[in-house]
């Protein structure tokens, strides 16, 4: 147990220091990514300091000079927004808080485009402190203090936060939500709901999702704590409506849509996903669009968006300082997420991170959806969860010692035991079984509403790369799976009566060969074609197969590809004629 002296004194001690430390690291980026500086002064003045600093406390990471910071993405306009601001409550294409706190950062710095990297990295920084906060409440500070020093010192977090998008803040307010609503869970006062209502609002005005991790907070808590806290509940919805209505009102008025900063994104996306013809839709419907034309498809997407996509994108940034320490804490966040599910405020904090990703999983298939930053505020949860796990898995093991009174385990209550474990045992074999068998339905739905899918080696192909295959390599930015002599078979799904054109993406393992580069196409047996292996550095070999309607039982075939040397497989196409 900590004594009250360290939580007042040292833990917060400890915090300002992670704090500093994590600044110093994000200057170190800021001067060598966009610097040197000549203003404003006062920022100038620190580069020298902050250089010898760096030089002597971090590691020499190296930052790729930028001589045009911001061009080409959300901050160049993000400026331009902040500049012309005149009325926080305005009707724009942006909520309005970012653009302010940048206009305030462009103050201090004598309206020079650094005030909103600044800005980022400020708010990357009280993301920090609002992690600490979250953990110790949930916790102790010892679990505050560990996921905000990992959240500082990760590469990943260091990078984006220089660049000027507004993910910092957000993170801040979602995370600062969290800990505002589980403080009102605990103590549902009116002072509570006051802070949990004017967070979210804040939260809301920098995203308008937020609404996604706000929603699941408020119908759980009336769901699980019923009348005793509705009036309560009441003040903290009351308090969020007053702080974002009048940006709505404003939006409908100027506009027609009260919602137009999010609604007006949607023809990005879709021409981002190749419509042409891009009509005027809502968010919504955009969605509800998705599960309507490819319904499996569209779940796996969003299932994926929600449970995996912003998993598996974070870690590699703590391997920057030591190799698998990042895969260490991840699996640790999975086992604190999964033990939440016994805690009351555990579960309390799932239904709130789980439903702040829900906008993102529609979205992240998009080129650009997935980028790291977009789900920054996910860390600091996997964080929490991670070093939540390890804390208690301590103090078990503390109860446990020879020193305490122990039970004999017929005085155990093994219901306690193996009923959480066929829990989890039963949720590992849902999501296996989702992992392996969704890519089939989805090929299936594929061909059945548009005639064409492509069957691309990776973590979820082991259904259709039946037998000869490698594991996975990857080459910059390509996955493929090697076939040794004498081949390799892959499963494929050809659900109709006709000719379909299958295209392959391969290349020899050596390409100084000039010999047997030949792979033999069969279907079920019955020859089909001789591709030729070419070699270009430049790009990945392509090959057309024609499979004839009169050779084949609609169904799944057996496609076998035989060669007397090595090649690689990227994907294969398959599209009807």
């Known amino acids: 147990m900590l004594s009250p002296r ?6 917060p001690a400890l915090l300002l220091c992670i704090v500093l430390y994590a600044a110093l690291l994000r200057l170190d980026a800021l001067f060598t990514s966009y610097g040197p500086y000549d203003q404003p002064r006062w920022l100038a003045a620190m580069q020298p300091a902050v250089g010898a600093a760096a030089s002597a406390m971090t590691p020499d990471w190296p930052w790729r000079h930028d001589d045009t910071p911001y061009v080409g993405g959300d901050p160049i306009n993000y400026l331009k927004f902040a500049r012309a601001m005149r009325n926080f409550y305005a009707a724009h294409v942006r909520e309005p808080m970012f653009p302010a706190v940048t206009r305030i950062g462009l103050m201090f710095t004598g309206d020079e485009d650094v005030g909103i990297s600044l800005t980022s990295i400020l708010f990357g920084l009280l993301t920090l402190v609002a992690t600490y906060a979250l953990g110790t409440l949930v916790a102790s500070p010892m679990v505050g203090l560990a996921a905000a020093a990992m959240l500082g010192i990760d590469h990943s977090a260091v990078y984006w936060a220089i660049g000027g998008w507004r993910d910092e803040l957000f993170a801040f307010f979602a995370v600062s939500c969290a800990w505002a609503w589980v403080r009102f869970a605990r103590h ?11 967070l979210s609002g804040g939260a809301c005005l920098t995203r308008i999702t937020t609404i996604a991790l706000i929603a699941p907070a408020v119908i759980w808590l009336l769901a699980t704590r019923g009348a005793h806290i509705r009036r309560e509940l009441a003040i903290a919805v009351g308090v969020m409506a007053v702080v974002v209505a009048p940006f709505l009102i404003n939006c ?57 996509y912003p998993f598996a994108n974070k870690w590699v940034g703590l391997d920057r300082w030591y190799p698998g320490l990042g895969m260490a804490l991840a699996y640790l966040a999975i086992a604190g997420l999964v033990a939440w599910l016994w805690s009351a405020e555990g579960r309390l904090l799932l239904v709130m991170f789980f439903g702040s990703l829900v906008p993102f999983s529609m979205t992240w298939t998009v080129l650009g959806g997935a980028e790291w930053r977009l789900t920054f505020f996910a860390y600091a949860f996997y964080l929490i969860a991670a070093f939540w796990f390890v804390d208690r898995t301590a103090r078990v ?3 446990a010692l ?16 193996f009923r959480p474990a066929s829990i989890v045992l039963g949720l590992m074999l849902v999501a296996v ?11 299936r739905e594929a061909l059945h509403y548009e005639g064409a899918t492509s069957i691309v080696a990776g973590p979820r192909d082991r259904w259709f790369f039946a037998r000869g295959w ?25 659900p109709e009566a006709r000719s379909y054109a299958l295209t392959l993406r391969a290349d020899p393992v050596d390409p100084s060969a000039s010999a047997g580069r030949v792979v033999q196409v069969a279907l079920n047996g019955t020859h089909i074609d ?32 035989r060669s007397a040397t090595p090649f690689k497989l990227w994907y294969v196409q398959i599209a009807a004629l």
């Open 188 to 198: 549902p006062t009116r002072a509570n709901a006051l802070l949990a209502g004017a």
């Open 433 to 443: 079984a989702w992992w392996i068998a969704v890519p089939y339905a989805v090929t």
């Open 402 to 417: 020879p020193s305490r009174e122990k039970r004999s385990w017929a005085q155990v209550d093994r219901r306690r035991i």
């Open 397 to 399: 093991v503390r109860s």
């Open 470 to 494: 490698s594991g996975l390599v990857v080459e910059g930015n390509v996955t493929f799976r090697l076939a040794a002599p004498p081949g390799a078979d892959l499963r494929i799904l050809l």
């Open 530 to 561: 001789d591709l030729v292996l070419d070699w270009n550095p430049e790009r990945v070999g392509q090959y057309q197969v024609t499979v004839p309607a009169g050779i084949f039982t609609p169904g799944h075939q057996r496609l076998e590809l």
């Open 252 to 308: 409908a008025i100027a506009t027609g849509d009260p919602f137009y900063a999010i609604n007006n994104h949607t023809d990005f996306y879709l021409k981002r996903e190749g419509v042409k013809d891009v009509r005027p839709i809502s968010a919504v419907a955009y969605s509800v669009d998705k599960f309507e034309s490819r319904p499996i498809a569209a779940t796996d997407n969003a299932v994926r968006g929600v449970f995996v």
């Open 6 to 11: 360290w939580r007042t004194l040292v833990a």
